[in-house]
């Protein structure tokens, strides 16, 4: 169940990046318009749905991490520890902690099974600066699962920082983790926790 999950809010957040690109409607309606051309484009894929993962990272790349903030979420995962981090520090967990949710996010798009997302009203003013988009994710046979994706302004842009499947944040739920990795062995320690896990998932994928 934990792992359905995670696939659904990947690949669902793909979608949602891909729609923070276009300039002019606001998150709901980038996130209905461009969704629905991602998954399209996944659907018309039969290599990604084979399981080409290098394929499925290039698609990430290019519609995904321009429309992220993954220093906010890195420091929103790594919680009250990043104060303490050096710029160099700061610098190495994101580049790692993208690194782990791009692999997340191109895994997850190589098991798309039909799944549709369905958007809940939306509550927001035009002059809002951050902004939370609601929707359900169903799939025939299984019950659907609420995801809402929050959203900031940076400079004129809209960039997702954080993801909440069910009640439960993607970034915050590694700040646990994170917090007993450095406790252990300090920051440095959980940059290479994470190199060694990126690892682990190429070689696993190899």
């Known amino acids: 169940m934990k792992k359905t999950i995670v696939n659904l809010l990947a690949a ?10 276009v300039a002019g409607p606001g998150p709901e309606d980038l996130t209905k318009q ?37 220093e906010h979420m890195t420091a929103l995962a ?7 981090a050096s710029a160099e520090q700061r610098q190495a967990l994101t580049a790692q902690f993208r690194t782990l949710l791009v692999r997340t996010y191109s895994n997850a798009l190589t098991q798309y099974d039909n799944q ?14 951050d902004a939370q988009v609601r929707t359900e994710i169903r799939q025939p046979g ?10 900031e302004m940076v400079g004129e842009d809209w960039k997702v920082y954080d993801v ?9 739920n590694y700040r646990a983790s994170f ?5 252990q062995s300090g920051v440095d320690g959980l940059i290479e926790s994470l190199k ?10 190899s």
């Open 12 to 21: 669902a957040a793909i979608g949602l990046g891909a729609s923070l690109a």
């Open 164 to 172: 909440v499947v069910a009640g439960v944040s993607l970034v915050t």
């Open 116 to 129: 549709t997302i369905v958007f809940k009203p939306f509550r927001g003013r035009p002059d809002d600066r």
């Open 34 to 70: 461009l969704t629905e051309q991602v998954i399209a484009a996944v659907e018309a894929d039969a290599e990604i749905r084979a399981g080409d993962t290098e394929k499925a990272i290039r698609l990430v790349e290019e519609r995904v991490l321009p429309h992220f903030n993954f």
């Open 78 to 84: 790594v919680g009250r520890d990043w104060r303490g």
């Open 179 to 183: 917090a007993q990795q450095i406790r």
């Open 142 to 151: 299984a019950q659907a699962i609420q995801m809402d994706f929050s959203l």
């Open 196 to 205: 060694a896990k990126n690892n682990e998932l190429v070689v696993e994928k």
